[in-house]
């Protein structure tokens, strides 16, 4: 099992300077927290290198950016996108003149999902064809890296890859009863886990979440190799999430959203980590606290564990600065309602009795239970009507402070990090704003 190290003290600068190149492996989409780290690498000088996961035909064949949507992609990356597709996950691939996965889904109906079954041999065979597909870009995209970057230059190889649903209708349907159904419509994770879309959910998460950070990093050995002799570091990062600690009660205390069932490939990318630094790899998981993002809007909830990063800005980053956050948010709430009524709200609820009997760091993930579920969505409905306007947001400020603050913290860590695994849980990032190196990020 990981140890729980949650990051303690702010990193040291980094030795990245100009010249040196940040990779970012997988593509923007709008905001989240690749950009903290794609701003952060702006703001030191160096070097932004993008790639795409390229787009579908509507025959499912998979082809590079056009040019236009390329300029439209290095326009929002800011740098230059290097157009080979790295799409991850198996969903769209045939073997053997066989139906996809997601062609043999079509059909399917969401209350039929523990019964839905999959020709015999599809899911391994086209794992594996994903797999290779995967695997073979890299190998392009390492000569083109080759070919580009001086082999003097020190270079951080960004995993931003995640996800891994696969593309069929079915799943929406019933994703939304189990992270956002109550009453008749509540569906518990772990019997849809326990069936054939669960599995195949399971196959699909840890390919892309997962194995896409081992083939990172054995496919681009020939990159860390030439830099041998040189002094110039390659070193890895990818996106975790296993719980965040936040202000409790009025303590630092681990907490976790639930249900996540995308936290078992979560902990395969740290296992995949650890594998790596003890090759004598530098290579680090960040497990990054919960924000709110287009992504992350199927999680209803998953928003209520950052409320509390409010008080630990004023425990950890004092009053001028947590007074000008909390202003901003203030202003945000309908008249009558206050920033501490709303801590208040999500104090009750994240040190819930209900809460404390499911979220354990030992068994983590945890599957929801009906009077969770319930109680998370009543508290997050109430905490989103305190708003004025449901589009402008508070979570929407905490998470732009969150996405810069971790893009800073893991850019610098990942220079010599103290561990394959880290979390950056809303003190170290308190601490980052009240320090010269992170004060304007407020």
């Not at 287009?294 to 209803?300: H, I, K, M």
Request: net charge negative.
């Amino acid at each position: 099992m990981t140890e729980y190290r949650p990051l303690q003290h702010l990193p040291e600068p980094s030795g990245y300077k100009a010249g040196d190149v940040l990779l970012l492996v997988g593509e923007l989409f709008g905001r989240g927290y690749a950009n903290g780290l794609v701003d952060e690498a702006k703001r030191i000088g160096m070097t932004v290198i993008g790639t795409t996961v390229g787009r579908r035909e509507n025959d499912g064949t998979l082809r590079p950016l056009t040019p236009e949507e390329l300029t439209d992609a290095e326009a929002l990356l800011g740098g230059r996108i290097i157009n080979i597709p790295l799409e991850a996950g198996f969903d769209m691939e045939c073997v053997d003149e066989a139906p996809s996965i997601a062609e043999q889904l079509k059909k399917a109906r969401p209350d039929d999902f523990a019964a839905i079954s999959f020709i015999d041999g599809t899911v391994e065979k086209a794992s594996a064809a994903g797999s290779a597909r995967f695997r073979s870009h890299l190998a392009q995209l390492e000569a083109e890296l080759i070919d580009c970057i001086p082999a003097k230059a020190n270079i951080l190889l960004a995993h931003s890859m995640a996800g891994g649903i696969p593309r069929a209708r079915v799943f929406m349907p019933i994703l939304n009863r189990i992270f956002k159904g109550t009453g008749e419509r509540y569906l518990s994770s772990e019997a849809f886990w326990n069936s054939p879309l669960g599995h195949l959910c399971d196959v699909s998460f840890n390919e892309v979440t997962a194995d896409t950070f081992r083939y990172l990093i054995e496919g681009t050995a020939a990159l860390r190799g030439r830099n041998t002799g040189t002094g110039a570091r390659v070193c890895y990062t990818a996106y975790g999430y296993h719980g965040t600690g936040v202000l409790i009660g009025g303590e630092y205390r681990w907490q976790s959203y639930t249900p996540y069932v995308q936290g078992f490939a979560k902990k395969r990318l740290e296992d995949i980590a650890a594998e790596a630094t003890a090759q004598g790899i530098p290579a680090t998981v960040f497990n990054c606290p919960e924000i709110q993002t287009n992504s992350s809007a199927l999680f209803l909830g998953v928003e209520i564990s950052l409320y509390p990063l409010l008080t630990a800005l004023r425990h950890e980053s004092g009053e001028q600065i947590a007074a000008a956050v909390e202003t901003r948010c203030q202003a945000l709430l309908k008249d009558g309602e206050t920033v501490a009524g709303m801590l208040k709200l999500a104090d009750n609820y994240l040190s819930s009795p209900v809460l404390a009997q499911i979220v354990d760091f030992t068994t983590w993930p945890q599957h929801n239970s009906r009077e969770q579920a319930e109680l998370m969505l009543a508290a997050s409905a109430e905490l989103m009507a305190m708003h004025a306007d449901q589009k402008q947001l508070v979570c929407a400020e905490l998470s732009r402070i969150v996405f810069l603050a971790t893009g800073r913290l893991i850019l610098h860590s990942s220079w010599n990090p103290p561990s394959s695994t880290l979390w950056l849980n809303h003190d170290i990032i308190g601490r980052l704003l009240a320090d010269a190196r992170g004060s304007e990020i407020v």
